[in-house]
Each structure stands twice: as structure tokens, then as C-alpha cells.
């Protein structure tokens, strides 16, 4: 078992990037972590008629970052941004690097006003201490909960549109 979910297994069999698993710049679970958590909290919301939302953060705006700093100088808004994430969530979320420039975070038993909050409190800090050091680029935030019988996997997309709309917008 992997993180002590009940029902995730990994197989010998499985090929994963041993990357996907951790992200060595942040500290931060990977996205082969979040692939199993979402699926395993999307079963455990269908089956028990529970909260959660998905909550997606990306540093937009890369390429005039990469040309004020250097791509070397990019993991340091990252790292920074992933601790704010990580701090300003409770122990009971799951908060992990998925690529380059995006978090994702898993609210459990959060429903989407209490996400509108945590958001905001999340883009208050990262913006304060994150892109305030940064002439270019922005944070950007898209979230989605599921509502009647959409799974939480089901969401995903819809967050994920909130997040590129926030992005082009210039967070």
C-alpha cells in the first residue's frame, strides 16, 4: 500500500517515474501520488456522500519569469509557493507538485464556499510573499467540487478550465 490508503496498491509491474512519486525540489508528494489519492478520495466521497474539492495552482506567465531569473532560478518560486500551499492547508489535505508550474490540492470534506475560502486566504499569502518578487508572471487558482451525483473526479476538468481562464486572465 502506498501512504496507508486502503485499496491503492502499486505493483512490481507498474512503471512509474520514481519522480511521479516525489518532488525533490518541494519536499511534495508527485503526480503519480495524486493520480491514486484523487481516485481513492473520489471513491470515498461517492461511497459515504462526503465534501471535497480539487484545487489547482499554477505560476503563470513562465516565460517572462524564465527571462527575468533564468529556468535555473525557477524551482525557487516553486519551493516557495509549495510551502505556503502545504502550511496553509490542514493534515487532512493532500497538497503535491504535478509538473514544472502546478500544484494540486485535495480539500477533503470541504465543500466549495469553504474552498472560495481557503483559496482566497492561499492566494493572499502566495501573492504577498511569492509574487511580489516577481516583476513577471502571476498566481493563478481554478477549483471545483462536485455537485448531485458527479464524482470528484469528475470536477477535475472544470477546475482545471477555472485555472487556465484565471491564468490567460493574469491571475
Known sequence: ????????????????????????????????????????????????????????????????????????MLNRPMVDL????????????????????????????TDEIAAINVVERLRSKAERDVGSRMSQGSIAFGWASPKGKRRLADVVGAAMARLEQEAAEGG
Open 1 to 72: 500500500m502506498v501512504g496507508g490508503q486502503s485499496g491503492v496498491s502499486v505493483t512490481e509491474s507498474d512503471t512509474v517515474d520514481p519522480g511521479a512519486w516525489f518532488d525533490d525540489a518541494t519536499g511534495l508528494p508527485g503526480s503519480a501520488f495524486w493520480d491514486l489519492v484523487l481516485a481513492a478520495e473520489s471513491s470515498r466521497c461517492s461511497r459515504w456522500g462526503r465534501s471535497a474539492t480539487v484545487v489547482f495552482v499554477a505560476l503563470a506567465g513562465l516565460e517572462e519569469v524564465i527571462a527575468q531569473w533564468g529556468v535555473e
Open 82 to 109: 509549495g510551502l505556503i500551499l502545504r502550511n496553509g492547508c490542514r493534515a487532512s489535505d493532500y497538497v503535491a507538485r504535478l509538473d514544472g508550474n502546478r500544484f494540486g490540492i485535495l480539500l477533503t470534506e
